[in-house]
């Protein structure tokens, strides 16, 4: 029963640190409980990997869920399989650590558990069950003046800060249970308590010192406010075009450059990606246009297109059997202005179960068509490989990162390489409701703002829309449920970061010390047989 109570105690730690109702302070001592139960159970010498996956799997299944329950909203299929899954892959990591602290030092087991786990959270980036909401950087989301060092570390940095001190107050706490020597306790106390003040202090002197930079640019973000469970394709993309126009005319002035939608707000009927800028219903906002030259559209549309050369349909290609034709289904946002339509980008980190179907040839023939409505169509959506920025007739490039996209540094990071001057987030959270997520996806954009030091404008469909600025500050916000046009000023700045310049390093550190730690673990298991 105690070891029970202390692993419901790490998930409830876990969950109370998190954004963005949690504290984040919880989180330096939230591993240590399940630490003790793992060390105390492997000290028995007996036979103990079952106790320690199925308690592991306790504390990581109610930290899932207590943070990620909302997504329940959109699709309990996706709810159950994010909970479960998730927390399964989890404690098969705690586990694997389990079996490699049998067999070495205490040193090389606290190593092997940071590296493993950062390896774990940079695999989540990548493989196609890709969910990496939970990974333990994006704790720090609504303390921006803590981590200001994330523009050289990535979240990765606060993944390691977090599961070092986690480590370092475990092992003390031991080996003040063993001895009891107090006098020594409080000493490791203090100096592990410097290891947590002394990157804030060096992230508040960055925070203080740090200087906006850039060319002020002018954007109003609209936000519709459209229910996706009762109007979204209920309405005609004629009468979306015309109510994001009403909008655009209260906060477009004429120092306006960019204006922002939602992620899909046109999905209804899904334009034809070869006959879009011909489309009957883009007339309206070519008027616009012409009447502000300045102005550069960014619009978020469900886009198909028609795979007629059958050497070039891939996995992600979408087979229509009622008219026997490919295509391809893409969420995208494209650039309009007076000159016509400017460039495309097709969202590329997609939604597991939504968006994306994993395992296609394993799967759907178990499960069938389990994906939900959440753009237009019922299909896989199909990627590219590089993202792609957007540039205006005045060379001001946007990075036009849409909804799912924001969580991914390094992935957003390459916007930056590509010329990205801002940040221009398109996103429909309404899906979940009025729960912590849309809240929590909000908070996690804020990260991205210092990774790269690029300022934010982002427009949600229900809300939240915002201005970030390049220090994760929200300047100014249209809150949730409200319509309306937000206008404000971004910084444009052609500055790499030294995270954008190298990516989740530490992350592939981790990789390569955490598989070489493992490989010396099984052949010494294997000389010793």
Request: hydrophobic share 45%; with cysteine.
């Amino acid at each position: 029963m105690k070891h029970l109570l202390l692993a419901l105690l790490s998930g409830i730690l876990l969950a109370i640190a998190w954004p963005t109702y949690g504290i984040s302070l919880f989180i330096f001592v939230a591993w240590v409980p399940l630490l003790l139960v793992e060390y105390q159970l492997r000290s028995r010498g007996k036979a103990c990997k079952g106790k320690v996956f199925l308690l592991s799997y306790l504390s990581f299944l109610l930290w899932n869920t207590l943070t990620t329950w909302w997504i329940w909203n959109s699709t309990v299929v996706g709810a159950l399989f994010a909970l479960l899954v998730n927390s399964l892959l989890m404690s098969l990591v705690f586990l694997v650590y389990h079996l490699v602290a049998k067999r070495n030092t205490a040193k090389v087991s606290s190593i092997f558990l940071i590296t493993i786990w950062i390896a774990f959270e940079k695999f989540h980036h990548h493989w196609d069950f890709s969910w990496p909401w939970l990974s333990l950087g994006n704790v720090f989301s609504e303390n921006i003046t803590w981590i200001q060092w994330y523009e050289y570390t990535g979240i990765f940095g606060g993944s390691l800060w977090v599961l070092l001190v986690n480590i370092l107050l475990f092992h003390t706490l031991r080996l003040f249970l063993e001895t009891k020597d107090k006098r020594l306790f409080y000493k490791r106390i203090a100096k592990i308590s410097l290891l947590v003040l002394l990157p804030i202090a060096l992230s508040w002197g960055i925070y203080i010192s740090y200087k906006e930079k850039g060319t002020p640019i002018e954007v109003v973000a609209l936000q519709p406010n459209i229910d996706p469970y009762e109007e979204k394709y209920s309405l005609s993309n004629e009468e979306t075009i015309a109510l994001l126009l009403t909008l655009a005319k209260e906060g477009v002035t004429e120092n306006t450059h960019f204006v922002l939608t939602p992620e899909t707000v046109i999905s209804q009927g899904v334009y034809r990606l070869e006959d879009i800028s011909q489309s009957k219903e883009l007339p309206p906002l070519h008027t616009f246009l012409e009447a502000h030259p300045q102005l550069n559209w960014i619009m978020g549309a469900a886009i198909y297109e028609v795979v007629t050369d059958k050497s070039k349909i891939a996995p992600q290609t979408n087979y229509n059997p009622v008219q026997n034709y490919w295509f391809n289904d893409y969420n995208s946002a494209f650039l309009l202005n007076s000159f016509g339509i400017m460039g495309f980008h097709h969202k590329s980190k997609l939604v597991v179960g939504v968006e994306n179907m994993p395992l296609q040839s394993l799967l759907k023939p178990i499960l069938g068509d389990i994906m939900i409505d959440l753009g237009g169509t019922v299909a896989v959506k199909t990627t590219q490989k590089t993202p792609s920025v957007l540039s205006s007739l005045a060379e001001q490039k946007v990075a036009p990162v849409i909804c799912y996209e924001s969580i991914y540094g390094e992935y957003v990071g390459k916007y930056v390489k590509q010329g990205a001057q801002f940040l221009g987030v398109l996103t429909n959270d309404a899906w979940w409701g009025d729960t912590q997520g849309y809240k929590q996806l909000l908070s996690y954009t804020r990260l991205r703002a210092i990774e790269t030091r690029k300022s934010i404008a982002r427009s949600a469909n229900t809300g939240i829309s915002a201005f970030i600025s390049q220090r994760g500050e929200i300047i100014s916000s249209l809150g949730y449920g409200k319509k309306g046009a937000l206008r404000g000023t971004v910084l444009a700045n052609n500055e790499l970061t030294t995270y954008v310049r190298y990516g989740d390093y530490i992350a592939r550190l981790s990789i390569f010390v955490s598989v070489g730690i493992l490989l010396i673990s099984f052949l010494k298991k294997r000389s010793e047989v």
